[in-house]
């Protein structure tokens, strides 16, 4: 989508590894949210930002850390992925029409 | 607290019939409302939304939604389905305030017979 990147696209890793998800925004909005989609159960949120060094956990945080130094960049952290983290990760900004995803992040732990 | 609920998890349709997929939400304030749709392996792309006004709001592809306050609802539908909107449909509510965020429902997968 436009003004919002997620990198890496795919990512496989193994279990008890950190890994590190990069969400990348130039549309200079305060708000940027991590989401999980997993079958079944829709999006679900992980951590939520509402500008530079301030987040908040959401509903499925357990494992998850996150930071944002910069206005464009908000980063996922998985410190030991566990197996149960395989996922696709969407990000999301909030502007005033509403919010516009990212193409998300594929991760498979083994 | 705050929830949404689409009742079916899958639904066909045969291609130039009707659609309606159903939304319920749960919210303390005045909801902003949306649907997404997901077609496979992509993202999630806004087909509309609600903020205020007119409660019949229209959006891309040739969807539609109402908002009824009285029934909490924000059912999504269109007149005549293509075999290109096979995928699947979310709803979602929130609000622009500071500290709220995006609540989505487990989706709709929408199947499109020939």
């Known amino acids: 989508d436009a003004g919002i990147t997620q990198s890496p696209r795919h990512k496989v890793t193994e279990t008890g590894t950190p890994v590190t998800l990069r969400c990348h925004q130039t549309?200079?909005?305060?708000?940027m949210y991590w989401y999980r989609q997993d079958p079944g159960h829709g999006l679900r949120l992980i951590h939520y930002?509402?500008?530079?060094?301030?987040?908040d956990k959401g509903e499925v945080s357990d494992g998850y850390s996150v930071s944002r130094s910069k206005t464009e960049d908000f980063l996922l952290t998985l410190e030991s992925a566990t197996s149960s983290q395989t996922s696709v990760y969407f990000c999301?900004?909030?502007?005033?029409?509403?919010?516009?995803f990212g193409s998300g992040t594929r991760l498979t732990v083994v | 607290a705050q929830s949404v609920t689409q009742p079916d998890i899958h639904i066909t349709v045969s291609e130039g019939a009707s659609l309606e997929l159903r939304c319920n939400y749960s919210?303390?304030?005045?909801?902003?409302l949306f649907w997404y749709v997901q077609s496979p392996g992509q993202g999630l792309q806004l087909l509309l939304k609600?903020?205020?006004?007119?409660?019949l709001v229209q959006g891309i592809k040739g969807f539609e939604a109402e908002f009824k306050r009285s029934q909490s609802s924000f059912n999504l539908r269109k007149p005549s389905v293509h075999w290109s909107d096979a995928a699947e449909y979310f709803c979602?509510?929130?609000?622009?305030?500071?500290?709220?965020?995006?609540?989505f429902g487990k989706g709709t997968r929408l199947h499109i017979l020939p």
């Open positions: 919210y303390g304030a005045t909801p902003y």
């Open positions: 930002s509402y500008g530079v060094k301030d987040t």
């Open positions: 549309e200079n909005h305060r708000y």
């Open positions: 979602a509510v929130g609000s622009m305030n500071r500290d709220d965020k995006i609540i």
């Open positions: 999301a900004i909030r502007g005033r029409s509403g919010y516009t």
């Open positions: 609600y903020f205020s006004g007119d409660t």
